[in-house]
């Protein structure tokens, strides 16, 4: 394929990445889309150790994602609430929930809702992707990629240097049990994030994913290890001598398209002012992909708000 200098690593979703990739943001907005704001709630539903979770929240809210809001004087107590540009992430945190519940492993005692409720139409509701343009539900096979406005001045967004777990050590991914893989594993960590959107965008090789990336070799060769090892990718021998790999994204992979498609567009909305390093296109049209998030029996538009949760099956 023809290189794209790197467009991918400064592209929309790796900027998004930057700011909500890692496992515990990821956590943290997951409970604050169900409500729960306090500190000590965060704290006990998502897991997070408090100087991790002090840390987290401070950056959710530099970046403009949470704002901190008063409940209590003396002493004054704050709770974390969503901004606009926060509630923009609406489709994000669906695609999580729609993947977790497919390929999670989950069962009652987990944290995560197993039903959503439509209140538009009263219908259980799995959320749905669809182009903005023809209505078509999105698939990584009808979408394509080019280089937007801002692509001659396309600088990778991970900045590598100086992210801690940028050198790769034997313990490196010692949390990530495999045979129970989850959403936060996947896009908690920004490379392994960055490899599997990659090959959305059509990368197949280790020599264009590193090309592409902009990723270090060994961490690279560990992620696309991992990939293969949870089965989001196959692995296929192209050459012998010596022996190369192609890699190729599974179902399960292809389930979390629209989780790279809505950061993409969060992305492209928030974080890029000078315009689109990469500007995807849906087979309909030639113009930049609007992505609709809607309810799979009524099509109307998902907000928040719009749907309830259930915590089991019952009704
Ligand atoms: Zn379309
Ligand atoms: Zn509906």
Same mark, same amino acid.
């Given at each position: 394929?023809?290189?794209?200098?790197?467009?991918?690593?400064?592209? #929309?979703?790796? /900027?998004?990445?930057?700011?909500?990739?890692?496992?515990?943001?990821?956590?943290?907005?997951?409970?604050?889309?169900?409500?729960?704001? !306090?500190?000590?709630?965060?704290?006990?539903?998502?897991?997070?150790? %408090?100087?991790?979770? $002090?840390?987290?929240?401070?950056?959710?809210?530099?970046?403009?994602?949470?704002?901190?809001? @008063?409940?209590? $004087?003396?002493?004054? !107590?704050?709770?974390? %609430?969503? $901004?606009?540009?926060? *509630?923009?992430?609406? @489709?994000?945190?669906?695609?999580?929930?729609?993947?977790?519940?497919?390929?999670? =492993?989950?069962?009652?005692?987990?944290?995560?809702?197993?039903?959503?409720?439509?209140?538009?139409?009263?219908?259980?509701?799995?959320?749905?992707?669809?182009?903005?343009?023809?209505?078509?539900?999105?698939?990584?096979?009808?979408?394509?990629?080019?280089?937007?406005?801002?692509?001659?001045?396309?600088?990778?967004?991970?900045? *590598?240097?100086?992210?801690?777990?940028?050198?790769?050590?034997? =313990? +490196? /991914?010692?949390? $990530?049990?495999?045979?129970? &893989?989850?959403?936060?594993?996947?896009?908690?960590?920004?490379?392994?994030?960055?490899?599997?959107?990659?090959? &959305?965008?059509?990368? !197949?090789?280790?020599?264009?994913?590193?090309?592409?990336?902009?990723?270090?070799?060994?961490?690279?060769?560990?992620?696309?290890?991992?990939?293969?090892?949870?089965? *989001?990718?196959?692995?296929?021998?192209?050459? +012998?001598?010596? @022996? !190369?790999?192609?890699?190729?994204?599974?179902?399960? #992979?292809?389930?979390?398209?629209?989780?790279?498609?809505?950061?993409?567009?969060?992305?492209?909305?928030?974080?890029?002012?000078?315009?689109?390093?990469?500007?995807?296109?849906?087979?309909?049209?030639?113009?930049?992909?609007?992505?609709?998030?809607?309810?799979?029996?009524?099509?109307?538009? *998902?907000?928040?708000?719009?749907?309830?949760?259930?915590?089991?099956?019952?009704?």
């Amino acid at each position: 394929m023809e290189s794209t200098g790197h467009l991918i690593a400064a592209s #929309a979703v790796a /900027r998004s990445l930057n700011i909500i990739g890692d496992r515990w943001s990821l956590l943290i907005l997951r409970d604050i889309f169900l409500g729960r704001h !306090r500190f000590e709630e965060l704290h006990k539903h998502s897991g997070t150790p %408090r100087g991790t979770l $002090t840390k987290r929240l401070q950056s959710l809210v530099l970046n403009g994602v949470l704002y901190r809001n @008063p409940y209590q $004087t003396a002493p004054t !107590r704050y709770e974390y %609430r969503l $901004t606009d540009k926060g *509630l923009d992430l609406y @489709p994000v945190a669906l695609a999580v929930w729609r993947w977790e519940i497919k390929w999670g =492993g989950y069962d009652n005692s987990e944290a995560l809702p197993l039903v959503l409720r439509h209140k538009g139409c009263g219908n259980k509701l799995i959320p749905s992707y669809r182009c903005g343009e023809c209505g078509q539900e999105l698939s990584s096979r009808d979408i394509s990629y080019r280089p937007g406005p801002a692509a001659a001045e396309a600088e990778p967004a991970l900045t *590598l240097g100086t992210h801690r777990r940028a050198k790769l050590n034997p =313990g +490196d /991914r010692r949390g $990530t049990d495999t045979s129970l &893989f989850h959403i936060t594993d996947a896009i908690g960590d920004r490379r392994t994030a960055l490899v599997l959107s990659g090959a &959305f965008w059509g990368l !197949r090789r280790y020599d264009d994913f590193h090309r592409e990336l902009n990723i270090a070799t060994n961490v690279l060769a560990d992620r696309l290890k991992l990939l293969v090892e949870v089965g *989001l990718f196959t692995r296929k021998s192209y050459q +012998d001598s010596p @022996p !190369r790999y192609e890699y190729k994204a599974t179902e399960k #992979a292809h389930d979390l398209y629209p989780l790279i498609v809505a950061l993409h567009q969060w992305g492209s909305k928030w974080l890029e002012d000078k315009g689109a390093v990469l500007t995807l296109v849906h087979k309909c049209s030639q113009k930049p992909i609007r992505v609709d998030t809607v309810c799979n029996h009524c099509h109307e538009r *998902l907000h928040f708000g719009d749907i309830q949760y259930a915590l089991d099956d019952d009704n």
